[in-house]
């Protein structure tokens, strides 16, 4: 058991890092960003235990009686949300937040999760004094850590699937499985606006910021897990100018799979569903192409996964705009 000082000193910590990486330029805090961070924490919290989701629950049902509260009720509008991206990005720096801090407390994990209640109750009330009621912040807590469980639980799913169905069974090689993950993860990200993103990018060189931010996601689920971050995940990608040509068959392959269990979880945004193949991509990367003998080699895999999502990308772009011409 850790003494009182020293859960003190690791809560104080905890405390100074969600500050930090919530302050913006101007010295005020980011309210959704640092719930966000909060929300990585408890992801990663309720893995310390035997049902992470019946762990979550609990957790909520304990927080709301901290908070003498309960989250606010009806539907939560979009626009209130972060998109799926900057959801995944802030939840993951939460994660990693909590994995540093959990050297301190491996020996008792419901001291870490206790303390854990009592910082976002005391966050929650202190921001109630400046307007932000206690009831709104707990349901966008809760929200936000439900689709951050989502992600890793289909994230997981997804990769487990596409090895034991598609490569075990189906005879698809690990290029293959990278490849149709990433390309339904660019369709998914296009049907997520209708196609209808900067139409410039097609008379210019420059990345629409949709499809570099899920490109973000897939890199950096693949480095967290250890494969090497150079700078070789564009090398040798068709230019702008030529016919999109992404990856048809092994997308209609994976997406009968993926659209059973995005049914299953009730992920029915296409803007989700695209982050999460995206990390179910950057995981079978990590399997193929990490460790000191891949099975491919990192130079052929990060770009074969980069083309598939670009060029699915593109084409549900492109056949949108030529349908309006």
Known sequence: MLNFMHKADVALKIHDSIFLLSAEEDGRTDAMKSILLLSGMLVETAFLFDNPEDALEASFDHLSGLLSCDPFEGPVRRVAMPPATVLDFDTEQGRALAREVFEDWLDCGYEFHETMMFLIQQHFVRWEQYGQARTESLRLLIECTYRAMAYELAAQELCDAVIERKIGLDGWSIGDGIAGVAGLSGRKLAL?????????????????????????????????????????????LPANDVPANPPYDLIKGIEGICAGFFNAIEMNDYGDQAVSCAKAAGRLLAVAAGGEKPQMEPAIAKPLAMAALTESYKSMCVDDIAAYI
């Open 192 to 236: 997520s606006h209708e196609g209808r993103d900067q139409c410039c990018w097609f008379q210019g060189a420059q990345l629409p910021d949709f499809l570099d931010q899920t490109a973000y996601v897939m890199t950096q689920e693949a480095v967290r897990l250890g494969l090497n971050s150079s700078t070789d995940w564009r090398f040798g």
